[in-house]
Structure formats: C-alpha cells, structure tokens
C-alpha cells in the first residue's frame, strides 16, 4: 500500500503543477465558450489519476524542469525515499570488476548497520502517512455514500411525470439524480413559467455525461483529499459545468427568454439538496457569477470558437505530455561484450629495444617517436604482447625485476587495457544513440609503454604522450578522446573521457590500482569520501563515481591546485588544452567528471554524449543553460556532502 501511495504523492504533484497553470489561464480565458474552460480543469484530473502519459518535445512539465519520466511516469518522489533502500545494494557488478567477492556481504552488512536508524523513521513516516491518507480517503467515499443513499430514499415516492422527469415533495430545488438511468427531480408544483427552462439547462448536463463525470472526479479529490489544489481544481470545474450548461440552455433564447431563465436562477440559488460529487442541482455553484455570464452572453462567431478550440487543443496536448523519456544508460550484457582472457606465460618475447623488429606494426608515423631515439638503459628489454594484431604493448621488466611478477602484472596490464576497450565500445553502442564511431573503434591501436616514466598511447596511430609514472594510468580516457574525435578540447571531452573511462568502466587502471592499494586518507577528499561510506579499498563502481564527487566537492569547497592535476589543477592549466578556455574550462578534471555524471543522471546519456561529441550547443543539448545546470549541480553536491 506504501507504493500506492507514493504513487498518489507523484501524481498530486503533476497535477498540482497542471492545476496551478489552469488557474493562470482562468482569467484570459474568460470570454471562451465555458465547456472549454471546464475540459482544461479535467485534464487536471486526468493527471491526478494517470499515472503515465505520453512524453513529447513541448510539455509543461518538461519546461519547469521536472524529472524525465521513466516508463511514462514522472517520478518526483522516489521508491527509495519510501522503502529507505540506498541503490548500491540492488547494483551488481560488472565482470572483470576488482572486488573482493568475500569482502562484499561485510560492506553490506556495515552500510545496513549504519543505516538502520534512518531506514526505520522512513518507515514510520510513510507507513503513518499511508494510514492517514487511507482513513481520509475512506471518510469521503463513505460520507458521500451514505448521503447519497439517503438521498435515493427521500426519493422513493417520487411521480414520474414526464420520460425522465419525476415531482416529488422531499425536495425544494430540481437537479438530476442518478449515474447509470438518470433522472431529473422537480419539487411538487414547480412552476409552469421555469419548468422547460430548468429542463433545458438539466437535459444539457445529461446530454454532456455530467451525471458520471462529476462522481468520478469525486473520486479522485478523495484521492488527493490532502491537495488544497486538487479541491480548488473541483470547485472550478463544477461551476464551469454550470455555466456551459446555462450557455447551452440559453443559446437559442431571446432576450425576454434569458432574463426569465436568470430570475430562476437567482429564486432556485439559495436552496440546497446536492452533496459533493451528487446530484446536479440547478441553482448551485456560484449563482451570481452565473447570472452575470447569462445576461452577458452574446452567441461567439464560428472563428472565434475554432481558435479557442484550436488553442484548448494545443494546451490540453502540452499540459497532458511528459518530458522526453531519458535514454537511461544500461551496463552492457555478457552476450553484447566479448571478454578478452589474456595469457601471457610462454608467449612474451624479450628482445632488446634498438631492434626495429619490436616497433609495433603500424606504429610509426609523423609524430610518434622512433624508439631507437631513447638511450637503453643497462640490460634494457622489453616484453611484447601482440593480440590479434590489434594490440601491442611494451613493457620495461627492469622495473619489475622478477620475470614472473613481470609476467603477472603485464598480464593484468594488458587485459585491462583490451577489456576496457570492449567495454567502452560496447557501452557507447548500447547507450548512444548512433554516436559511437565504429570505424575508429574497429582501427589498429597500439599500446607502448617504453618505461616507468613515460608510455605512448597509439590511437589510429596517432601518438599521445602522458606522463604519468609507473601506474600507467589514463588509457581508458585517452581511448575516449580519439572516439569522440574532437577538433579542440574544452571541459566537456575531458570530464566525459574520464566519467566514461574511468567511472563507468570497470577496468580502469585507477580503479584497479586503487582498489588494491586502497584510499590515502590524507588526501583532502578522503573524509567526505568515506564519510559518505566508500570503501577505502575494493572499490566497485559505485565507490568510484563517490571518490571522482568527493573529489569535485572538495574543489568547490577548498579550492583547487591541492592534489594532482587530474584531481584539482584547473582543465585550462593542462598540457593536453592548447584551446582559448571557455565556460567550464576553469574546472578541475574530476569536476567536469562529477558534472557529465549529473547531466547523464538527469538528462540522459545519449544527450550527454551528443553535447560532448561537438553535435549541438549546451542550450540545445539539455534545454537549459550551462550556468544554472552548473548551479543545480553545485547544490546537489552541497546537499550530498554537507
């Protein structure tokens, strides 16, 4: 029943959304045919009662920012918020994760511990909630039950008069009764003078199924009997009802005519014999209101009502549409990925590097350094690996010393290094809509890693140099930047790189390496990390995307230049950027990271990856500009960490 609900909670606030819109145009609208009015508040109902909708480029909730629906239905309040369960623990891993399989049920064992406290208030609340919304709901329904019941026993001597009409003298006023065989009921010795006046505009309501839908819509308001807007969305609606109906009954009327159907309505207006969501009683709702708009009425011109009809359309169409669905990006499955198991014992070649043999087909062309031009150091060789021809990789085992520590950590090396690859191939396939480059991932890459100090990273032989000490980190990010094949690069390639490089992929050579050294707690990010309860060693995905936030809420609260220049130098300020800086460019690299993590989380990926590729500007890419969508990212990472 907590997921019911949430459901109602959702829908309340689509609909208050849409009720407080309506009410906008209440007034602009006011010289419209009323039954256009009256169909603009039903589309409030519809929103209080549909879950889903349709999703469409112009819609107003996509214009105030709400969240993109999944599965046609926009969620403000989440599952999570109701069942207190952190999304960690329904993720799975990836294969070819670094993660200690045994240490996994300790970490959930720890968070469930340590959230136990908070999980049970969220309990409470929304199972207290639940019980409220139920005992109200239920107090409506049977308030308007029993009423009506009593109602139909009051009524069991009426005299049928008329088809469809009845006299009784249990009642003082005429409304029409029933939702399935409706009758009109007229009080014992109506007058003749008002009777086919009343009968006009009560016929009117038959004619227009107002017996049923005002019922129904009882029975949402009692759903969202809590809304103030919902009950104001009914109120208006009801009188709109009257006074379409009395623009119906009067339309063929002469003057003399209307202003006798307005005296009746002015005798028949104080008296009361209808209940909320019963009977359609003549004179309720407004009755001075009505009686203005009666003897103010002028026929419309035919253009008039199909402008307005035109436009009720096109507003019905926007209020009712969601947002564009996000393009939710999903882990690759086994059968899309084809795993490279690497073996290296018996199979690595060790020759000395000034031989020309071992410069990896290819690999030399204008701009990549002949490998003869550096100096061997003593006993200098190399171990080489080709896979498939696809792959190449040199390795000094100098800094290794052990021919099989060599041999392990070159396995693991270049496992990563092809299983990456695939991943991330497979990964931008799956989730980009058309803008992997298939002809660049399918082209030769090479690999050389010529010592602990420096390795080339050969992408369709073009060489990248980085420096980057004996970790041999950035592989992944370097093969992003040759994909997304970019004439400069500002912030956006370079947090996209190392959000899909590094924090979506789980073969990075960070992820590994951290995961097997573990968290240096003297970093200035370690705190809010850990806080937030990463792991300080096997670190799955999910610590990662953690760890490259902590890192961007500790540039935005203590500044920059601290750490390295991956984790805080500003992006302008690296080598690899020789373009003239631009809005965002100030940031560190794991800000920009945190940043296309926040717009693939709330605008979708493929929109990501189309803004980061170069195809369209960042208005255009997520509808809103690149300050405000850097604001709300600010806040979300305040309201993480603080």
Known sequence: MTEVFRTILNMSVTGSIVALCVALLWMPLKKVPRWIRCALWAVVFIRLFVPFSFS??????????APAPVNGVVTYISADTVQGIPDWMNETTVPGTVLESELLPERMSNAKNVQTTTDAKQTNLIAVGTA??????????????????LLKKRLGDAVLTEPG?????????????????????LPVDFPSESRALVLRHERAHIARRDHIAKPALFIV????????????????????????????????MNREQIAAYGETLLRFGTRRVSFAGGPLAFGEHCTKRRIMNVLNYKKPAFWVILVALLAALATTAVLLANPVSLNMAEEPTDDELEYVAVRVSGDIKTENIANPHYVPQKAVKEGLPDLNEFEPQTSATFLRFDLNDTLSLRLDPTALRDQDTAEKQFSNLLERLANGQIYIQAYMKKNANGYDNAENTEKFTNYLIVNEELYQY??????????TGSDYTRCAQQYVFALMNAKELHWQQFGYAQYLGGVLNPFDITQAQL??????????YAQAYLEQGGSEKNLTKQDYRLLVDAMAYTCIT??????????????????EFSAEAQDGDDMSVMMASSFCAYLADKYGFDKLTGFCCGNEDFKKSFGTSFSRAFERWQEAM????S
Request: aromatic residues 12%; charged residues 20%.
């Open 132 to 149: 409220v919304w139920l005992s109200g709901t239920g107090l409506m329904l049977l308030y308007a039950g029993i009423q009506y019941l």
């Open 56 to 65: 469409a480029p112009i819609s107003l909730l996509g214009s105030i920012g």
């Open 558 to 575: 203590n500044g920059m230049d601290w750490g390295t220049p991956y984790e805080s130098a500003p992006i302008c300020s690296l080598e």
């Open 638 to 641: 305040g309201k993480q960490f």
């Open 165 to 185: 009409v009845y006299e009784t003298d249990a009642v003082e006023a005429p409304f029409v009764f029933g939702i399935l065989k409706p009758r009109i009921i």
């Open 221 to 252: 308001l009692s759903l969202h009997w809590f809304n103030p807007l919902a009950w104001l969305a009914y109120r208006f609606y009801c009188e709109d009802m009257e006074a379409s109906c009395d623009e119906r009954a009067i339309r063929s």
């Open 458 to 467: 050969d992408v369709n032989c073009d060489a990248i140099d980085v420096q």
């Open 515 to 524: 995961a097997e050294e573990g968290i240096d707690k003297s970093k200035p």
